[in-house]
C-alpha cells in the first residue's frame, strides 16, 4: 500500500466532493430555469439532494425527487431520456476534464428520515406511557 494512497474506508475525496457539488448546482440550476425542455419535468418542482462522483470523476450518480416524493419514475425517465443534453449542458457549466457519464437514482434519504422520526416518535409515545403508568 502507497505511504500517502487514499483509505477505501475513509469516504470521497475533497476533489470528489467539490465537482460533485458543482455539478448538483449547475443541475439545480437548469432544472430551475427551465433549460431541459420536457413536459414531465417542468411539471414538477425537482430536488437534487446530492451527487456521488466516482474517484475518476468519470460517473456522476445524481439522487433526486420530486416534491411530495410522487412520481418518481417518470421523472427519472424523463431525465435519462434528456441525459445526453443535461451532459452537454453539465460540460460547459462545469470546469472538468471530462463531462461525466450521469445516472438518475431516486433519493431514499427522505424515506430514511421519515422512518427514523416513526421510530423515535413511537418510542417517545412508549416512554410517556410507562409514566403515566408510575
Known amino acids: 500500500m502507497r505511504k500517502n494512497a487514499p483509505d477505501d ?4 475525496s475533497q476533489r470528489q466532493l467539490r465537482a460533485g ?6 443541475l439545480s440550476g437548469m432544472l430551475t430555469r427551465g433549460d431541459i425542455h420536457d413536459d414531465v419535468i417542468a411539471s414538477h418542482v425537482i430536488t437534487v439532494s446530492e451527487v456521488r462522483m466516482s474517484p475518476d470523476l468519470k460517473l456522476a450518480t445524481v439522487f433526486i425527487m420530486p416534491l411530495g416524493g410522487e412520481d418518481v419514475g417518470p421523472v427519472l425517465e424523463s431525465l435519462e431520456r434528456n441525459k445526453r443534453f443535461i451532459r452537454g449542458a453539465m460540460a460547459r457549466a462545469v470546469n472538468l476534464k471530462f463531462a461525466p457519464d450521469i445516472r438518475f437514482r431516486k433519493d431514499e434519504s427522505f424515506e430514511s428520515g421519515h422512518h427514523i422520526d416513526r ?3 413511537s418510542l417517545k409515545e412508549r416512554e410517556d406511557q410507562e409514566r403515566e403508568r408510575d
Do not use: M, T
Open 9 to 12: 474506508r475513509s469516504g470521497p
Open 21 to 26: 457539488e458543482l455539478i448538483r448546482h449547475a
Open 119 to 121: 421510530l423515535l416518535d
